[in-house]
């Protein structure tokens, strides 16, 4: 894919980088860092900001493309790269900069690892609440990068909710900074919030400081099981119009369920989290609206949430559907009809009307196939669909992103303003931008 | 402060803005009909002031009743090279509104529909003239409100909320006004109207509606905002905790905040506010008081219940004189109500106020406070402070008479100062009101030149030069400071060059 480019300019590359920033590791090409089946010529791997700069500044003399890489846990949720000549491996930043425990804000690299970051905060009883499935490598660039998250959305949103500043280096390799180090400001442009979900397409977050969240006293899960989608939906709306002490509930389908419990049945995961006394009614109704809808309620260990971390970490084919809350339970419904017999597991977070899919194409049912009847059904009910993996060979045939919309334009502004040449992760954004 | 300096183009060639002739107040009849402009000087006097010290005289007011009547105002404005500012109610208090170097204002007042109001998903479609309190009225009958509650929500618009990414109290837990927008109607600098966000959460692509919010009328005029709605919690406790001491108020905030709960507002008042509130309100402040904290927390009765009483007793150990709980709705308000309205009350003390918006990390907040107190008296004035503790959020209202030679000078050399100290403290120079035309000579404390070209690329792509709400945001330019009568300018460089932060 990449052999397009010369060696002379790789070598040029080479030669220009270890002269400015000696520290930068360079590494042959592997499968390490493989993008939709494309390997780069060259991996390198910066430690400080300025290699950073370094890097992408003499890249954007040589003509190269170069894609930022991390735990890579989110990477096939962008387009196939137009051209990948450069691995740009980023968990060398892996420094913790600050953590201000009375502020209850951190400042880290970009290569820090979720999992990592939480461990250090929990001392403190604090963490930062994002818990995409693949927490245990993702890291807070990456997780900047692709606006992952996970079933903690429920409660508290997005990555761009707890961005408070960053630290940017842009094509050309010059650096900026957005936002700040205090929990509220208004001063600039909200530029972080372009950087979340933006795929390493705008500039490299080197840096970012976020807010954080005191960890809940008591935490406790329970999964409520059911015979339809639509008693299951009805509870988890019912849980969320009640204002209950919930952090997460995820609306998971008959081969989720299996997967994580060994029954085929619908279930609502969820997780009570707070004082005892919020935890204690929490319990009690949600007991009560389980058994209104015919449903069992069980306590479940923590783990269980592991369990669903590995079912739903995006595999061969991996589909995130946006519909508006009220018909995510009928969404689902009609999606694990046709997906079945693609092994397909379901979990929906109802509340943000969020619904993963995570398939296997090589049961019989092609990967476009399923792609386009997920496309259309969530298509009739207002909502759209984004590829999270899928192989190469489809996404050259799809736009990961969907159909275009209107405010294409201005994005294609933006990557032109941005990065005219092209620099930075060329063509894998909305509109192969 | 007329147009008759406005260069037509400056003389490095750069692109100005031009005055509005009477061809252009022609053309905008044609494009919206006579009864939407104004246009004689008496006319446009009621629309060259916000809520702060600034002035500047439009040429012409627009008045649309539709997305069509903006664009097609803004397209006449956008031919004829002329600067258009939005405003809604005026009620800013950064500037934003203030047409800077005349030209056009939008009003967008009379697009106050609530256009849709969906209650199992929790959104509303609204035009960006709807009062904030407003919509949150509409709504309550579904047992659901609009988060954000600037204090000047009975007569703030959403519109100017979004353009300045307006707070309130509730910030605290709930975020300012970007953690409540879905997607927006937008009519770009030439006219275009584009959607960008939707109703559903994630909308594929750059996330434009958060890098719009707060771009203080910059980039673009909203036409329609989709907002979250909030559902009203079963159960709101509202405490009073009287100290003796503004560092004992500080450093109980400081706890309250590390012992991990999370308010649903947390706010400081002084005595000099108590003084001025407490006669007009009969709000309960002790008069004698060095400060109080007004402490809410929502959510499940269990859980308020928990909270209430692990916040009474921190505030207890840090030297609290009284803690009284208002769990009844007309207890609580008559609390806020001291709250809400501790700024206008001062009007009635003094003759002229000045409000700042200084951000600090938490920890900071005592030794920044008393450096306020500090600051002013070193300027010979009167300082009240009434303000978002829970997130370090300074609302210092400097207290002077505009008459006195010399007051509004000293009070801006003041209010530069304290600026600086919540920038060298590690924080920012506006936390909810904006930069606007007030502050633009401090964003150099806080960004470099990088930084703010990076967001010249976004305000590129948007399609809006200079001419889209000039002089504001952004580091004063040419064509901007000798139009406004400034004092600000002058103090800024004087206090120091750009630091980073």
Redesign the interface.
């Known amino acids: 894919m990449s052999s397009t480019t010369a060696p002379a300019a790789i070598d040029e590359f080479r030669a220009a980088v270890s002269l400015r920033a000696p520290g930068v590791v360079f590494q042959d090409r592997g499968e390490r860092v493989a993008v939709d089946e494309c390997l780069p010529d060259v991996t390198c791997a910066p430690s400080i900001e300025s290699d950073v700069s370094a890097i992408l500044s003499e890249a954007s003399a040589c003509g190269l493309s170069v894609v930022p890489y991390a735990a890579g846990a989110h990477m096939g949720g962008a387009n196939v790269p137009r051209e990948y000549d450069v691995a740009m491996l980023m968990t060398r930043l892996d420094r913790i900069v600050a953590h ?6 951190v400042t880290l690299e970009a290569g820090v690892p979720i999992t990592a970051l939480n461990a250090t905060l929990a001392a403190h ?2 963490f930062l609440p994002l818990d995409p499935p693949a927490a245990d490598r993702a890291t807070v660039g990456g997780v900047i990068a692709a606006n992952a998250h996970g079933p903690l959305r429920h409660r508290y ?1 997005t990555v ?2 707890w961005l408070l500043g960053v630290r ?1 280096v ?1 094509a050309d390799g ?5 936002g ?12 972080t ?2 950087y ?3 795929f390493g397409t ?1 500039g490299v977050v080197t840096e970012a400081t976020l807010k954080l ?3 809940p ?1 008591v935490r406790v899960t329970v999964a409520a099981q059911f015979d339809t989608a639509s008693a299951a939906g009805l509870y988890a ?1 019912a849980a969320h ?1 009640a ?3 919930i952090d997460a509930a995820e609306l998971l389908s008959p081969p989720a369920t299996y997967a994580l419990f060994g029954e085929p049945r619908w279930c609502v995961l969820a997780r009570a989290a ?5 935890i ?3 319990l009690r109704e949600l007991r009560a609206y389980a058994g209104a809808m015919r449903g069992a309620l069980r306590e479940c260990d923590e783990a269980t949430w592991a369990a669903w971390a590995r079912a739903l970490e995006p595999g061969v084919l991996a589909l ?1 559907a ?5 018909r995510v339970a009928e969404t689902v419904e009609v999606l694990d009809r046709r997906f079945a017999g693609a092994a397909a597991l379901l979990s929906a977070t109802v509340s ?3 619904i993963r899919a995570n398939l296997d194409p090589t049961r019989g049912i092609r990967g476009g196939t399923l792609y386009e009847s997920a496309r259309d059904v969530v298509a009739r009910r ?3 669909v ?1 590829i999270d993996a899928a192989p190469a060979s489809l996404k050259r045939q799809y736009d990961v ?2 159909a275009e ?7 294609r ?2 990557k ?3 990065d005219p040449r092209g620099t930075l992760s060329r063509g894998r ?2 509109g192969r931008i | 402060m007329t147009m008759d300096h406005a260069p037509a183009a400056a003389s490095n060639g750069e692109r100005r803005w031009n005055p509005v002739t009477s061809e252009v107040v022609r053309a905008l009849h044609r494009a919206v009909g006579r009864e939407r402009v104004l246009s004689t000087p008496e006319e446009l006097l009621a629309y060259e002031y916000d809520a702060t010290i600034e002035r500047g005289t439009p040429q012409a007011v627009v008045f649309p009743e539709s997305t069509e009547q903006v664009s097609a105002a803004v397209a006449v404005a956008h031919r004829f090279g002329v600067p258009v500012t939005p405003r809604g109610a005026g009620t800013g208090l950064s500037g934003g509104a203030i047409a800077a170097v005349g030209g056009v204002v939008i009003a967008l007042t009379r697009m106050k529909r609530i256009i849709e109001v969906d209650r199992v998903n929790r959104i509303a479609v609204v035009e960006p003239g709807v009062v904030n309190l407003d919509l949150s009225r509409a709504v309550a009958p579904f047992g659901l409100y609009y988060a954000p509650d600037p204090s000047s929500q009975r007569a703030c618009t959403i519109g100017g909320n979004v353009a300045e990414n307006a707070g309130g109290p509730h910030c605290l837990a709930y975020g300012a006004t970007t953690n409540h927008v879905l997607g927006l109607e937008l009519v770009l600098a030439d006219g275009e109207v584009v959607h960008v966000g939707g109703r559903t959460r994630d909308v594929p692509g750059y996330d434009l509606t958060g890098a719009f919010v707060g771009s203080e009328g910059t980039l673009a005029i909203a036409t329609k905002v989709t907002v979250r709605l909030s559902r009203i919690p079963e159960s709101t406790r509202t405490l009073l905790a009287v100290f003796d001491s503004v560092d004992d108020a500080s450093n109980a905030v400081s706890a309250i905040i590390a012992a991990g709960i999370l308010p649903a507002a947390l706010e400081m008042m002084d005595r000099h506010i108590i003084a001025a509130v407490e006669p007009v309100i009969n709000a309960g402040f002790p008069l004698d008081a060095d400060a109080v904290l007004l402490i809410e927390v929502d959510g499940l009765e269990e859980a308020t219940t928990e909270d209430a009483a692990m916040i009474r007793g921190i505030c207890d150990a840090q030297r609290a004189r009284e803690v009284r709980l208002a769990v009844e709705s007309a207890d609580r308000e008559r609390l806020w109500a001291g709250r809400k309205t501790s700024i206008s009350a001062l009007g009635r003390l003094y003759p002229n106020y000045y409000v700042l918006d200084g951000v600090v990390p938490r920890p900071r907040l005592p030794e920044v406070l008393r450096d306020v107190y500090r600051i002013a008296e070193t300027h010979g004035l009167a300082v009240a402070n009434v303000f978002h503790a829970g997130d370090g959020n300074l609302h210092p209202n400097l207290l002077f008479d505009e008459r006195v030679p010399g007051a509004t000078d000293r009070v801006l050399a003041a209010g530069a100062e304290i600026m600086r100290r919540c920038v060298d403290a590690g924080g920012s120079i506006t936390g909810e009101h904006g930069v606007g035309l007030e502050k633009r000579d401090f964003i150099g404390w806080i960004f470099d030149d990088i930084d703010l070209a990076v967001m010249g690329k976004l305000k590129a792509a948007f399609k809006a030069d200079g001419r889209y709400n000039p002089c504001k945001a952004f580091p004063t330019t040419r064509g901007c400071g000798e139009l406004t009568d400034r004092v600000v300018a002058r103090h800024a460089p004087a206090l120091g060059t750009d630091i980073y932060v």
Request: proline share 6%; charged share 20%; net charge positive.
């Open positions: 201000e425990p009375a502020d209850m804000t009883n604090q949103g761009r909710d940017v842009h010059s650096i900026s900074k957005a700040g180090r205090v929990v509220k400001n208004v001063t600039g442009y909200e530029m919030k372009l979340c979900g933006s705008l969240a005191p960890a006293p709306m119009d204002g209950l002490a707070g004082g005892p006394g919020a204690e009614r929490t995130r946006s519909v508006l809350p009220s943000a009307g969020l207002g909502g759209t984004a992103f969907g919309r209107a405010d294409i334009a201005i994005m502004r933006i032109q303003e941005f954004f909305a």
